[in-house]
């Protein structure tokens, strides 16, 4: 629809469409100069902004996958019984972007290069997006992140960025892949040298980990945690935020807090302390809004 049927279909005049539009709070995109507004975006954009939204008991989480995420998922679905759900779905992180952009999705997970520079990295991937103006970023926790190998192949950074393994990689736009490209360029290591070596594209941190304890491939970018899970040696290449991307209303949602009290209740502290690598100190933190 263009802003004139656009306004009619609302019930607002055209100054105030356009006014939305600009700041991103209405579902659109520009062609040839000219305001366009899909119409199944706009029906779900009035949903949403219906009271709150009329989807309040459930909540679809995708981006960076994490077993801690998983786990955190289940336990407040669990909790509510058939009240309420929350849906996890490991994507990547910029897929996931794109995803929560589309208003497929709830939530997305982002992690995208080591933990120091996450506040200006992940706010620049959120201005990719028109939407970025109604997100929020909120902190789940920092992890550790590294090279998964074989039990007992663990070495030197250094040195195990520069062994003949057979990698799985990860697909691009997942942060795991983002950090391993910093990681080796660090060591002055090409992408295209680790790429030869490539066996397989994992689209999960899960798959990348089953790969290597199945002995398809020797070494795969992950975290501490998904070596933990599966058995693996880990080689740390250092930390990284773990960040959650949501609307404001999705943020003031009760299953949104009951998620971040989930991530620091006895089950998940549990886990992530037997697992490693996790550090939960800014868990629930607003790091960042337009």
Not at 73 to 79: F, G
Not at 112 to 129: C, I, M, N, V
Not at 133 to 154: D, I, M, N, S, Y
Not at 198 to 204: D, G, Q
């Amino acid at each position: 629809m263009n802003v004139r049927e656009t306004a009619r279909y609302l019930r607002l005049n055209e100054k105030k469409v356009y006014t939305l539009a600009s700041e991103g709070r209405l579902p659109a995109t520009k062609a040839t100069g000219k305001w366009l507004f899909p119409r199944e975006l706009i029906d779900q954009w009035l949903i949403e902004s219906s009271h709150g939204g009329v989807f309040t008991d459930r909540i679809a989480v995708v981006g960076s996958s994490d077993p801690l995420m998983r786990l955190a998922a289940e336990q407040v679905t669990a909790a509510s019984g058939d009240r309420a759900l929350v849906c996890y779905t490991g994507t990547g992180t910029r897929p996931g972007l794109w995803q929560l952009a589309r208003r497929r999705a709830d939530v997305c997970g982002i992690h995208w290069g080591p933990l120091d520079e996450s506040h200006h990295r992940h706010a620049a991937l959120l201005r990719h997006h028109p939407q970025h103006r109604e997100w929020v970023l909120v902190r789940a926790f920092a992890r550790e992140q590294g090279v998964l190998v074989q039990a007992g192949k663990e070495r030197d950074a250094a040195a195990a960025l520069r062994t003949p393994w057979r990698w799985v990689m990860r697909q691009d736009g997942s942060g795991s892949d983002r950090f391993l490209r910093d990681a080796i360029a660090d060591e002055g290591i090409e992408v295209a040298e680790l790429r030869s070596r490539s066996v397989y594209i994992a689209l999960s941190e899960a798959e990348a980990a089953e790969r290597v304890a199945t002995g398809d491939a020797d070494a795969a970018p992950g975290s501490r945690a998904a070596a933990a899970t599966h058995g693996l040696g880990f080689i740390p290449l250092g930390w990284e935020a773990v960040d959650l991307v949501l609307s404001r209303g999705v943020y003031f949602r009760v299953l949104f807090r009951h998620l971040l009290d989930a991530l620091l209740g006895p089950a998940c502290q549990d886990r992530a302390a037997h697992l490693g690598g996790y550090d939960f100190r800014d868990c629930g933190k607003l790091i960042w809004a337009a």
